[in-house]
């Protein structure tokens, strides 16, 4: 009997059975672990507010509506554009743009500027507008507007992301609070989710910021 061909094999079979082990066991753990589907790579930080963002082409205004907004640190905030669109080259041009907050009341005229270009259409009659003290057009019936100046542009493939600092604040002011804060139980911005591509009502309050038990056990 050839001893060491037999061992040679038990130390084989041991080591497949350990590792079919080690798989099952992983297996089943990973079950465990991923409860949520995974839908790949999926744009996903939505509802974000909706805005009409203007900016002058000579001494008309254009607008155009976006849902690609955010907040860059506490002074900044940034509006992703499209590359082609026809308001991209005002916006450079001036160094500025206005931020035009959506809510019910403007929603018709907003999801107009979003559905045609200004390459085929003059949409300067849409909203009746003043300029701003920095130039830019502010939109009468929209209740708060920012104007910005463009401190960078981001480039990915096929947009331009504009970081924006925001020079002026024009809040209707039935929309301000007695210590004079943005109240947004009265201003309530429409959202906007990509996924389905539909307009969503901001949400009930449900509680101060930080006034949740640190512990939740000691509750
Ligand atoms: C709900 C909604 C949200 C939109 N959000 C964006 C956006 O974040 N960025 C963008 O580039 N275009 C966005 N668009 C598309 C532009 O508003 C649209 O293509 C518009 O006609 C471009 O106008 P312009 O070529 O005159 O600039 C959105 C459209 C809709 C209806």
Redesign the pocket.
């Known amino acids: 009997m050839n001893h060491s061909y037999f061992g040679k094999r038990w130390i084989l079979s041991s080591f497949l059975l350990f590792s079919i082990t080690v798989l099952l066991t992983g297996c089943e753990e990973r079950k465990v672990t991923f409860m949520k589907k995974n839908i790949g790579s999926a744009l996903a930080l939505y509802p974000a507010p909706?805005v009409v963002v203007g900016a002058m082409n000579g001494d008309k205004p254009?607008w155009?509506?976006?849902?690609?907004v955010g907040i860059i640190g506490h002074d900044k905030i940034l509006v992703?554009?499209?590359s082609a669109?026809?308001?991209n080259q005002f916006i450079k041009k001036s160094g500025k743009l206005s931020v035009n907050i959506v809510d019910e009341g403007i929603l018709s005229e907003a999801?107009y500027?979003?559905?045609?270009?200004?390459?085929k259409v003059d949409?300067s009659e849409v909203f009746a507008y003043e300029l701003g003290e920095a130039g830019t057009p502010i939109i009468h019936k929209a209740p708060l507007t920012m104007e910005c100046s463009v401190a960078d542009v981001y480039n990915t493939q096929g947009f331009e992301s504009f970081i924006c600092s925001i020079d002026n604040t024009y809040v209707e002011e039935e929309h301000l609070n007695e210590a004079g804060k943005i109240n947004y139980h009265t201003l309530k911005p429409v959202l906007?989710e990509f996924p389905t591509?539909e307009y969503l009502k901001t949400g009930d309050v449900i509680g101060k910021c930080l006034s949740f038990k640190k512990n939740p056990e000691e509750a």
Do not use: Q, R
């Open positions: 909706t254009t155009t509506l976006v849902g690609h992703s554009l499209a669109h026809y308001i999801d500027v979003g559905s045609v270009s200004g390459t949409k906007f591509y």
